[in-house]
């Protein structure tokens, strides 16, 4: 059996931040069902909080799936995942001086936890400051997540130290519906983390069911859990997502539903038992095109075979053959 001390838990974290998502929330009638992007973060960090306190090998990325990108919040990027921050010489003068002359503002508190709280409010106010509302895409660019949570478990993984595991799961915070557009990309992400023994968890904060995160979850033998009280979302999110993939034997988890696997066409995103695909990009349709709107390749229709009537013989001859 590996050294414990040799075993590294990773979590990736990839959170909804859809500003049309977050902004219809605004609306409900119903307010024990709301929940704006600012508590939902709160409870997000309070979770990878939990994670990095659990165990002094555990790491934590924090990526944001937002309308048009992809970005890391946590860590930055280019900067290696390690318990210890790297300072400059220009920072470490900096942080001395400071350290002299007053008390810093963040005395007492765990610092790999104020480093990644801090990290990750800075580089979300970021995002969302830069983002042009008047742009036509809202859909929620989950599958970019996944691959880029998928490159950067194998970057850690190529790092490692000889006797060194990675453990690694991603969580995917989603509240956006899906997007069938992204099926093919998705269902890649997908399996290349079932071929690595990666769980892709699913927490769902909207009120109608993800069947892209079913598939997911159940592919890769991972928890799908769409939270009922969304005033508890912390207090589910502890309880369900916490344990890793060796400990969640040991708990009473959320068991697993019958998924549907239908496929959503990419014409209408309704789902359909028979389509038409695509032999080029794979693109579903429920009703036949000859021209595909995903890839614009042009189809040959090719009719049924001709036959040449056969010619009726004289009864000279059929006489003839017989006898």
């Known amino acids: 059996m590996a050294d414990c001390a040799a075993v590294q838990n990773l979590l990736v974290v990839i959170m909804d931040t859809n500003p049309f998502w977050w902004g219809q929330r605004l609306y409900k009638s119903d307010e024990s069902s709301q929940l704006i992007l600012s508590t939902c973060i709160s409870n997000v960090m309070a979770f ?17 799936a937002h309308l048009n990108e992809s970005r890391f919040l946590y860590p930055k990027p280019g900067v290696a995942l390690t318990r210890t921050a790297e ?29 990644m709280n801090d990290t990750v409010a800075e580089k ?16 929620t660019v989950t599958a970019g997540s996944l691959t880029m949570a998928l490159c950067y478990i194998h970057r850690l993984e190529r790092q490692l130290a000889f006797g060194e595991k990675l453990n690694a799961r991603i969580l995917v915070v989603k509240g ?10 998705f269902m890649n992400a997908v399996f290349t983390a079932q071929k690595q023994n990666i769980l892709i968890d699913a927490c769902i904060l909207a009120d109608s069911a993800s069947g892209l995160l079913q598939q997911a979850a159940d592919i890769t033998g991972a928890i799908y859990l769409q939270i009922p009280q969304l005033s508890a979302l912390l207090q589910y999110m502890l309880w369900a997502f916490l344990p890793d993939a060796d400990a969640r034997a040991m708990f009473a988890l959320p068991p697993r539903k019958q998924v549907d696997y239908r ?18 990009c794979l693109s579903i349709f429920c009703a036949f095109s000859p021209i595909c709107s995903t890839c614009h390749t ?8 001709k036959f040449a009537k056969k010619k009726k013989r004289s009864s000279a001859a059929a006489s003839a053959i017989i006898s």
Do not use: W
């Open 48 to 64: 990878c909080n939990a994670h990095l306190i659990l165990n002094q090998n555990n790491k934590l990325a924090v990526i944001a």
């Open 87 to 115: 300072l400059s010489a220009n920072d470490a003068n900096d942080l001395q001086h400071q350290s002299e002359n007053a008390i810093a503002p963040g005395d007492g508190k765990y610092e790999v936890l104020r480093n």
């Open 124 to 139: 979300l106010k970021d995002m969302i400051l830069q983002t042009e509302l008047n742009e036509c895409f809202c859909d």
């Open 176 to 185: 956006a519906d899906d997007n069938p557009s992204q099926y093919m990309n």
């Open 263 to 280: 496929a959503a066409c990419f014409c209408h995103r309704n789902l359909i038992d028979i389509g038409y695909v695509c032999s080029v």
């Open 298 to 305: 042009t189809f040959k229709i090719v009719g049924p075979k």
